[in-house]
């Protein structure tokens, strides 16, 4: 007679197996990236390594290594988004160059409807025409202070409505 952890164990491994180049191209369409591809699933795979007792078939893992290698993407994407001084527009610049105008057409027509006259006025003097955080105060009357706040939080809105249309295109 088998160990009850051996057939859980198989269920996962089995499911893994079949799928894993699925998952893998999923993970790798979400984060951009093999190695970062590699290591969602490596995430994914021990979340539910951890929980292997109450998958109840292959068809269960399977599901649950779908949703898993899902979720596991998109939190490696918030993690990095939380941690990441890097602005959207900084990203564009490293992406090849037809992801770069894709990119960078997206990131504009965010900006464009979502922030006020003044955030996108401000993001734009700052982020496109380079202009020092002093000068930008001057010329909007607001303390330096009031100007880099007002670009974290236009950069995070950006950020987090950009990730979030990303991840409704999988």
Do not use: C
């Amino acid at each position: 007679m088998r160990n009850p952890t051996t057939m859980e164990e198989d269920k996962l491994t089995t499911a893994f197996r079949r799928i894993s180049m699925r998952l893998r191209q999923s993970a790798r369409k979400l984060t951009g990236t093999a190695d970062d591809a590699d290591d969602v699933l490596q995430e994914a795979f021990f979340r539910l390594w951890r929980k292997r007792s109450e998958i109840r078939d292959e068809e269960h893992a399977e599901k649950l290594l779908t949703a898993t290698v899902h979720n596991a993407g998109i939190d490696l994407l918030r993690y990095r988004a939380r941690y990441s001084d890097e602005t959207p527009e900084e990203r564009a610049e490293q992406a090849p160059d037809e992801d770069r105008t894709e990119l960078l057409n997206d990131v504009t027509a965010l900006i464009d409807r979502t922030l006020t006259d003044e955030q996108r006025q401000i993001l734009y003097e700052r982020d496109r025409d380079g202009w020092e955080i002093e000068d930008i105060a001057l010329r909007h009357g607001l303390s330096e202070a009031n100007v880099r706040m007002i670009l974290s939080r236009s950069r995070k809105r950006v950020r987090e409505l950009y990730q979030k249309r990303k991840a409704r295109q999988i």
